[in-house]
């Protein structure tokens, strides 16, 4: 039997390694980026890939490798990853949607006080051997309003936190979310905008939060407010970020994620924003404690261990979320990943049934156009179904975990 096979770039955490490693899964660990030809070339015989938000797995990089089984995001965001053309493919892909939560907002809260204490304008100066000592321009954070823009499991989470500190806190988002504590909901992007002394951005990576941010709606923010991006960098106009602290229409601000960053730790990089007073400019870390990325690691490795050991796809991102309890319980199992339409568990029921196979354990889901059946027998799988199996036209990827 082949040895599968994991590739896991970016510096993803080394209890991943254990932990497929431990699966009898051979690992092979990188400290950077790929671009696209590289990462083709690398992937030669793998069956996992690991990556955090650096490397593009683009629609070219699955059809150049279809053996590839399941990619493992070990971060919050998966618009590095062309998922609809994984979907298609058969790929599964996993992320870890709450593993750095904490970290991130820890982040948030330490600059907002920072930037509102005008903290860095003040190491700057005696760095230089200034002496300027003086409260103006520096406030507390209690009682000022935080307006948090995407109120999911991170903007939630510093709702809560912001509130300890005694901020009143107003949110907008799209979607209808639960107000945590006294935080109020606005109805749109301006009117948040308008009423906050500190705005953070909490939102994804979808296409249509690009540019959600520029000269307009900065110019629509309170004179001397503070601005803080720790989501996406295709979200802010940096720009105008720039020019909105130049003229000091905004006190300050702080910036974790670019549009374009360097692929690896060492690499030179360079912005606008660099040099300007109260700018917190930081490498893409709001993540990036030690204990989340152990979580990440931890989590995201499992996902993928037990998709190839057990045909597991629960918290998947793009193939129905299903979990056959039991493991294999000492039965041969088959995945079957297929075009969702009518009649497909049914010719999968027949063809096993034809050939005297008995099933002792069945689950079926749907998701997106694609269905998922995960099936236990009680003998060893027979050739002649397997192979009836593979032939349906709406077969995407099938797979016998004996």
Not at 10 to 19: D, M
Not at 265 to 288: A, C, D
């Amino acid at each position: 039997m082949t040895v599968p096979k994991a590739l896991l770039l970016e510096n993803v955490h080394e209890v991943a390694v254990s932990i497929l490693e431990r699966a009898n899964i051979e690992v092979d660990r990188r400290s950077g980026a790929l671009d696209e030809a590289d990462l083709i070339a690398a992937l030669d015989g793998v069956d996992l890939l690991g990556i955090r938000s650096k490397t593009q797995v683009t629609q070219r990089v699955m059809a150049a490798r279809p053996d590839l089984l399941a990619i493992g995001a070990f971060c919050i965001g998966t618009n590095q990853i062309a998922l609809q053309a994984a979907s298609r493919a058969g790929i599964a892909v996993f992320n870890a949607p709450y593993s750095n939560t904490r970290s991130v907002v820890e982040m948030a809260l330490a600059e907002i006080i920072a930037l509102t204490r005008r903290l860095t304008v003040g190491n700057l100066a005696l760095h230089q051997g200034v002496w300027g000592k003086s409260a103006s321009g520096s406030h507390e954070v209690r009682g000022r309003t935080l307006g948090i823009v995407g109120y999911g499991n991170i903007g939630s989470q510093l709702s809560v936190l912001a509130e300890s500190l005694g901020m009143t806190v107003v949110f907008y988002d799209l979607d209808e979310k639960l107000a945590l504590g006294n935080a109020q909901r606005l109805e749109s992007l301006d009117e948040l905008l308008k009423a906050s002394d500190v705005v953070t951005i909490h939102v994804d990576g979808r296409p249509e939060n690009e540019g959600l941010i520029g000269s307009r709606e900065f110019d629509t923010m309170k004179k001397g407010a503070i601005f803080i991006n720790l989501s996406r960098g295709h979200v802010v106009d940096l720009d105008a970020l720039g020019d909105a602290v130049d003229r000091e229409k905004l006190a300050g601000a702080a910036v974790d994620v670019f549009p374009t960053e360097p692929n690896a730790s060492g690499e030179s990089f360079k912005s606008g924003l660099q040099n300007l007073s109260n700018v917190i400019l930081t490498p893409h870390v709001g993540g990036s404690t030690e204990e989340a990325q152990e979580n990440i690691g931890r989590f995201v490795a499992g996902k993928l261990r037990d998709y190839w050991k057990t045909g597991s796809s629960s918290m998947s991102v793009n193939l129905p979320s299903l979990t056959l309890d039991g493991g294999t319980r000492g039965n041969h199992r088959v995945a079957h990943l297929h075009h969702n339409t009518p009649g497909v568990l049914a010719s999968i029921n027949a063809a096993l049934a034809a050939h005297g196979v008995n099933i002792v354990g069945q689950v079926l889901g749907t998701r997106d156009g694609l269905g998922y059946v995960i099936t236990d027998v009680g003998s060893p799988e027979d050739t002649e179904s397997m192979e009836y199996l593979a032939s349906l036209k709406e077969t995407i990827r099938l797979r016998v975990l004996s």
